[in-house]
């Protein structure tokens, strides 16, 4: 504890990168070079190794759903169609699927939490690391399967997988691919319940529940989450599959079964799968928020319990998709007033984030940019919600680009942008560098505007009634779609820049210390990059979470420009 | 191009404009609190930037009352609406009495409608305006949904159930017909038109385009679909049993439709389009009480069409 304890709490408040270039070394060890070999980091326990055995994962697989994104928006470009309708679907099929399980499911909690969880309780690694481990394995092992039915042919069925179509109509590798989703929950869940369990079992001394950071208590309500829900999915895609294989009568009515009954159990999952893939961003978006506005967040335990609250009436909101499918126009009313309520715990969070600012002290690097870029977009998104939520007016809007400008809202425009928030404010602790400022902000910045651009001609699109998953369309559509896809390119744009300077920071960028943000919180405690069991001594925590001074920093600010240091 | 930009369909049913102000009210709310929540951001973004004279001292921790407002206000406000949009969706999911049946039926790749004067025809349907019209709608294969936008509203169609979409169309001209819920390779090309005419050129229209449509079967003629199914009634030699007499193998038929059925295991269903439906074509699924499983099974012999037209038969029979 003696050398990373008095690095941080002196630190003045500085600006991130290349002002303290020279002032700071690289440690000798750290978790990147404690070992060497290719063996070393295939079979590390290290949950900051795996962490990173993520993030390159988890880009590669990034990168991939953006190329079905972009065919998608090249196809639409014209009401003909360029692409023939069989590759059309295959296309946005491999785009929904790569995104929701293989990117955005997994990209905050198996990137950031696992790297941070751990060091925020101040814990030596999470309970089980071999679990751990394991949990990456299946997560490559499902998405190679996934990926090899998408080079070998590709599914058709849209990512929702709807019977009787998946099951007996479409000529595509369904199996195949569900194979993949169900070993792919499985990561999901052995990562859940690590979390959990490190969570309450491994805190440091005086690490009490009301001082964990933000960020490790929306981790805790989505591993509760990725618990109980993910299963589901399991037995569901197994059910699925003994339709379409044994030709079980499950799903279709000729062999006696029940196509809605699908819906409900597709949905009991993936509706709660949207709150494991928003509330690790909102966890993201805490730690930000306090950092550079140097406040403690407001409210701080109605934040932590909102969470909670998201997490348990996620789980009751799934017939909000089901609205026109034949459900009981009574089970509707109850989906919608729970969907409403829902919302309640979001906005709770928004209206916090926003007065965490007052009174602070706020500078604004690259991933400030990122977090009030989230707050508005997720704004929209989240009050767009509504729109879906209320019955009369889902029964025009559902099942059109209304639905998907929406959704874009929630999972790009809030969990992407919050995921690279998140990257860029924790890179110095996980490569020791960092970034050039510069073009993170110009980067922000494109993927800010090409982001709006693309989706919010799509909410207009919606209601004007274009049904989403057509790849030709009536004329009149098109001056719309032509302003999405030119938004389109300037996000890939946008999401390509970071690729570039990332990697060309790890050997050029200015080397940070300890402490680059001068930021609370025990990752900041520790050396950039942390040795392997995170801490040389196990931390004792004796203050609040968030215990920022904006008053002193920012005299310590005024008095440091006085002095022309800056 | 761009100063054609369309913002909202156009409005072609009684319902439309009820759909809209809510529509244009949920925007109304969301640029408020978007705004508001902007306008705070800007304001405390340049008030406190770091660098810049401010009073910082003794910053609020939490606030109770604060926070009571921002759960209190949007509960409220989300009341307000769930009340509004469910009141539409009364509208929406419940046809009125009076309402005309036409029946449609959805297969990959087309749409096959029916009126209750027993005009057939595909991808197009023609309708009077000024009238409620309810389209009872069942699907040969996969999900599909019947979407009109310019009425807004929509019902998804399945496979082994009817559902409908009611809607009163309040000026003529030709709308989109759309497949909403995703259903195979063409699923895009799943569309058709609706035609909303003034009564007298739908009764013109009713007379002069007899034939020659397209999907008609020379076997249909212009049968209504109640006189097309005691056509059927009496080939697939319903009658046989179904006389209507007491004593005969099977339940008398006249005024089922609708009423409460007793079952041999003493369950009460109600005669609804789905029961009549399951019990011509899965008869064995429920015995009424009194008789015994003999009637054949009909799946697969019988179209969905022919079903509809069997059922209009029944119903028909008071």
């Given amino acids: 504890m003696e050398t990373a304890s008095t690095i941080s709490t002196t630190t003045a408040p500085t600006t991130m990168p290349g002002a303290a270039n020279g002032v700071f070394e690289m440690p000798k060890v750290t978790y990147l070079n404690a070992q060497e070999g290719i063996k070393s980091w295939l079979l590390t326990g290290d949950h900051k190794r795996i962490a990173i055995l993520y993030l390159i994962s988890i880009s590669v697989f990034f990168a991939l759903g953006g190329v079905f994104a972009s065919l998608i928006r090249i196809e639409l470009l014209t009401p003909g169609p360029e692409l023939d309708a069989e590759m059309y679907n295959r296309a946005f099929t491999a785009h929904g699927i790569i995104m929701v399980f293989m990117f955005l499911i997994p990209a905050i909690p198996a990137v950031l939490g696992n790297f941070l969880l751990p060091i925020m309780i101040g814990a030596r690694d999470l309970a089980f690391p071999k679990v751990n481990l394991l949990s990456w394995y299946l997560y490559i092992i499902g998405g190679a399967l996934t990926m090899s039915a998408m080079v070998i042919g590709g599914v058709d069925t849209g990512w929702t997988f709807y019977t009787p179509y998946s099951t007996t109509y479409s000529q595509s590798y369904v199996f195949l691919t569900g194979l993949g989703i169900f070993i792919m929950g499985f990561s999901s869940i052995t990562t859940g319940l690590n979390f959990v369990i490190t969570t309450h079992k491994m805190r440091a001394p005086g690490m009490t529940w009301s001082r964990l950071p933000l960020f490790v208590w929306s981790q805790y309500a989505t591993s509760l989450v990725m618990l109980l829900g993910t299963p589901v999915i399991a037995i569901t895609v197994v059910l699925l599959a003994a339709e379409r294989v044994f030709g079980v009568g499950i799903f279709n009515p000729n062999l006696g079964g029940d196509p809605v009954l699908f819906q409900h159990l597709f949905w009991f999952y993936s509706h709660p799968a949207v709150y494991i893939m928003i509330l690790p961003a909102m966890g993201v978006i805490s730690e930000l928020i306090a950092a550079f506005s140097r406040r403690r967040v407001f409210g701080y335990s109605f934040v932590a319990f909102s969470s909670l609250a998201i997490a348990i009436f996620g789980f009751l909101v799934w017939g909000h998709h089901l609205f026109v499918s034949g459900q009981s126009a009574y089970a509707g009313i109850i989906f919608s007033i729970l969907s409403f309520i829902v919302a309640i715990p979001s906005a709770v969070k928004v209206f916090n984030w926003t007065t965490t600012l007052y009174k602070g002290s706020i500078s604004y690097e690259t991933p400030m940019l990122y977090a009030l870029a989230f707050i508005g977009l997720f704004a929209i998104g989240g009050l767009t919600g509504l729109f879906c939520a209320a019955l009369g007016l889902d029964v025009h809007i559902t099942d059109t680009y209304f639905i998907i400008a929406h959704f874009h809202y929630v999972m790009v425009g809030s969990t992407v942008i919050a995921y690279l928030g998140g990257i860029h404010y924790w890179w110095p602790k996980m490569t020791g560098r960092g970034y050039p400022e510069f073009w993170g902000k110009l980067s922000a910045l494109l993927i800010y505007v090409g982001f709006n651009l693309t989706f919010f001609p799509q909410f207009i699109l919606g209601y004007l009634g274009m049904p989403r998953r057509y790849h030709v369309y009536p004329p009149e559509y098109q001056v719309l779609n032509i302003l999405s896809t030119a938004g389109a390119s300037v996000l890939a744009v946008g999401f390509m820049m970071p690729v570039f300077y990332l990697l060309w920071s790890l050997k050029y960028g200015p080397i940070t210390g300890p402490n680059p943000w001068g930021a609370k919180g025990l990752e900041w405690e520790t050396a950039s990059p942390p040795p392997t069991f995170n801490f040389d001594a196990t931390p004792i925590v004796t203050e609040e979470a968030y215990a920022y001074d904006a008053e002193a920093d920012e005299a310590a600010y005024q008095a440091a420009l006085q002095q022309g240091k800056r | ?318």
């Fill in chain 2, 1 to 318: 191009m761009l100063w054609e930009l369309p913002l909202m369909p156009q409005q072609a049913s009684t319902i439309a404009h009820k759909v809209d102000a809510l529509y244009l009210f949920l925007w109304g709310m969301t640029a408020f609190f978007t705004l508001l929540i902007f306008a705070l951001i800007l304001v405390f973004a340049v008030k406190y930037k770091r660098g810049k004279v401010a009073d910082r001292s003794n910053p609020p921790d939490t606030d109770h009352k604060l926070e009571a407002v921002w759960i209190v206000v949007p509960l409220a406000i989300s009341l307000v609406i769930f009340g509004w949009a469910t009141a539409i969706f009364f509208e929406q999911v419940r046809p009125p009495a009076d309402a005309v049946e036409y029946f449609a039926t959805g297969k990959q790749w087309m749409w096959k409608f029916q009126s209750p004067e027993g005009k057939r025809e595909v991808n197009e349907l023609h309708v009077p305006k000024g009238r409620n019209i309810k389209v009872t709608a069942t699907s040969e294969d996969v999900l599909h949904d019947l979407f009109f936008p310019a009425f807004r509203t929509k019902a998804d169609v399945l496979p082994g159930r009817y559902t409908n979409v009611w809607f009163n169309a309040t000026k003529a001209g030709t709308y989109h017909i759309f497949c909403a819920e995703y259903c195979g390779m063409q699923h895009s090309l799943m569309i058709g038109k609706v035609i909303v005419m003034e009564p007298q050129d739908y009764e013109r229209w009713l007379t002069t385009a007899s034939s020659g449509t397209a999907g008609q079967t020379a076997a249909a003629g212009d049968e209504t679909p109640a006189q097309a199914g005691e056509r059927l009634f009496t080939q697939h030699g319903c009658q046989t049993c179904h006389q209507g007499s007491s004593g005969a193998l099977g339940p008398a038929l006249a005024g089922v439709s609708g009423a409460e059925v007793e079952l041999q295991n003493g369950e009460k269903v109600k005669a609804d389009d789905d029961y009549l439906r399951e019990s011509i074509l899965n008869s064995s699924a429920k015995i009424v009480k009194g008789y015994q499983a003999v009637m054949p099974n009909f799946k697969g012999q019988i179209s969905e069409e022919d079903v509809m037209s069997l059922i209009a038969y029944i119903k028909a029979q008071k």
